[in-house]
């Protein structure tokens, strides 16, 4: 052998970088991931109760004062800081979103996968149902069942969950169908693996990419929902702070204070905004058909 060729330096195999650095160099997901956190940290404040004043608390001397030194955002008809009630709504609206998500995303997610792997009339009767559900418009299946079990914030997180449920079961078991053909689940099989085992081990983890990629959706989906059905009533109950109720509140003042209305609806736009982002650069991270296309 050529002592020359022996001495010749070989390339270094490149490394892929983790799935978060690419979701960093993604402008999508970049801009998402910082409204997200921002939205995440607001919430965490309103939870500890780090807020400039009390969300409740009143100064009648200050009614409908205009964004100043003493109240950043100003106060609203009652005296009540605007900047500390869009703070503690943040907190409602992150509990309501997390819950009620987690709810479906656990629910739908056991259905589809379920209702794939079975196959049969197993999968037939399950999807009939979750077709039933998708026949309705979202809001209107979300006032539905809120009208049926009342306003409040724990219905409003039931009303949400029962949703977004069908969403997540469709999610989940389009994957399953492609997984459970594969060879490696085949080869399970024979080797006398339980069908628990197939599901827990082979099945589940390669359904995850696309579940991820929806909860982030499903979260922008349930804090729009949620402020929707708190505009109308039927959500979060004043005088707790609801971002949907403060719009609902301060509409007929919109042409004499309007930062009651702007501050509120950017809340909500930015939030929903920084989700979906956040989703769409999750989507291109973890496809691995995206992936192939900028790979070329």
């Not at 999807?127 to 209107?140: E, G, S």
């Not at 219905?155 to 994957?175: D, E, K, S």
């Not at 099989?189 to 827990?200: N, P």
């Not at 922008?220 to 403060?246: C, I, N, R």
């Given at each position: 052998m050529n002592a020359t060729a022996l001495s010749l330096p070989t390339e270094a195999p490149t490394r892929r970088p983790g799935a978060f650095r690419r979701l960093l160099t993604n402008l999508s997901g970049m801009v998402g991931l910082l409204l997200v956190a921002c939205y995440l940290l607001f919430g965490l404040l309103g939870a500890l109760g780090a807020t400039p004043y009390p969300p409740n608390e009143q100064h009648a001397r200050d009614r409908l004062q205009p964004p100043s030194a003493a109240y950043l955002l100003g106060t609203d008809l009652f005296g009540r800081d605007l900047a500390s009630r869009l703070i503690a709504g943040a907190t409602n609206s992150l509990r309501v979103a997390v819950t009620?998500?987690?709810?479906?995303?656990?629910?739908?997610?056991?259905?589809?996968?379920?209702?794939?792997?079975?196959?049969?009339?197993?999968?037939?009767?399950?999807?009939?149902?979750?077709?039933?559900?998708?026949?309705?418009?979202?809001?209107?299946?979300?006032?539905?069942?809120?009208?049926?079990?009342?306003?409040?914030?724990?219905?409003?997180?039931?009303?949400?969950?029962?949703?977004?449920?069908?969403?997540?079961?469709?999610?989940?078991?389009?994957?399953?169908?492609?997984?459970?053909?594969?060879?490696?689940?085949?080869?399970?099989?024979?080797?006398?693996?339980?069908?628990?085992?197939?599901?827990?081990?082979?099945?589940?983890?390669?359904?995850?990419?696309?579940?991820?990629?929806?909860?982030?959706?499903?979260?922008?989906?349930?804090?729009?929902?949620?402020?929707?059905?708190?505009?109308?009533?039927?959500?979060?109950?004043?005088?707790?702070?609801?971002?949907?109720?403060?719009?609902?509140?301060?509409?007929?003042?919109?042409?004499?204070?309007?930062?009651?209305?702007i501050y509120p609806g950017l809340a909500i736009a930015l939030a929903v905004l920084g989700f979906n982002l956040l989703g769409d650069g999750l989507r291109d991270v973890l496809d691995p058909r995206v992936q192939g296309r900028r790979g070329r």
């Open positions: 009620s998500v987690a709810l479906a995303g656990l629910a739908g997610t056991l259905l589809g996968i379920v209702a794939g792997f079975a196959g049969g009339w197993v999968d037939t009767l399950l999807m009939r149902v979750m077709d039933v559900f998708f026949a309705f418009p979202t809001l209107l299946l979300a006032l539905v069942v809120v009208t049926v079990l009342g306003p409040g914030l724990e219905n409003a997180i039931i009303a949400i969950a029962i949703v977004y449920t069908p969403i997540f079961a469709r999610v989940a078991r389009a994957p399953v169908l492609a997984v459970k053909q594969m060879e490696f689940v085949t080869a399970a099989r024979c080797i006398g693996s339980s069908a628990i085992r197939v599901l827990l081990r082979h099945v589940l983890p390669n359904t995850l990419a696309p579940l991820i990629v929806q909860i982030s959706l499903a979260l922008s989906w349930s804090l729009l929902t949620e402020a929707g059905l708190s505009f109308l009533g039927l959500g979060t109950v004043p005088p707790m702070a609801s971002w949907g109720v403060m719009l609902n509140e301060h509409r007929a003042l919109a042409e004499n204070a309007p930062w009651l209305i």
